[in-house]
């Protein structure tokens, strides 16, 4: 069984910043690509960053040279480095990670969300 466990969310000002990480544990095999999602109320869920296995990154328009996504492979951990801040980044942040499990497929498993609000 796999979990992704998501923390590093919370309140901050308009320009601060908040550095989100997302572990993986459990039976993992082989880590493919892992990134990161957001949904805002009333919205739907939007691709953030992420990162394949080769380390290419992909990031939405709205956040590209604000945010910066890492990974460490040795932990199954992804990281969301998120400066600059502003009211509409507020949402909750999910992570995922595209895997081969104890079955020996690839599929797609997912965090359970941190809240990340910004103040005007």
């Known amino acids: 069984q796999v979990q992704l466990v998501a923390s590093g969310g919370g309140l901050v000002q308009t320009g601060g910043s908040l550095r989100l990480s997302c572990a993986a544990s459990?039976?993992?095999?082989?880590?493919?690509?892992m990134g990161w999602y957001r949904q805002a109320p009333g919205k739907q869920r939007e691709l953030v960053a992420s990162?394949?296995?080769?380390?290419?990154?992909n990031y939405a328009d709205s956040v590209e040279g604000r945010f910066t996504i890492s990974r460490d492979n040795a932990k199954n951990t992804v990281y969301l480095q998120m400066n600059i801040l502003k009211p509409e980044d507020t949402a909750v942040y999910y992570c995922?990670?595209?895997?081969?499990?104890?079955?020996?497929?690839?599929?797609?498993?997912w965090g359970q969300g941190t809240q990340v609000t910004v103040s005007s």
């Open positions: 459990g039976s993992i095999f082989n880590v493919n690509a």
């Open positions: 990162m394949s296995a080769g380390d290419s990154t």
């Open positions: 995922n990670a595209n895997l081969r499990d104890s079955t020996s497929n690839y599929r797609t498993y």
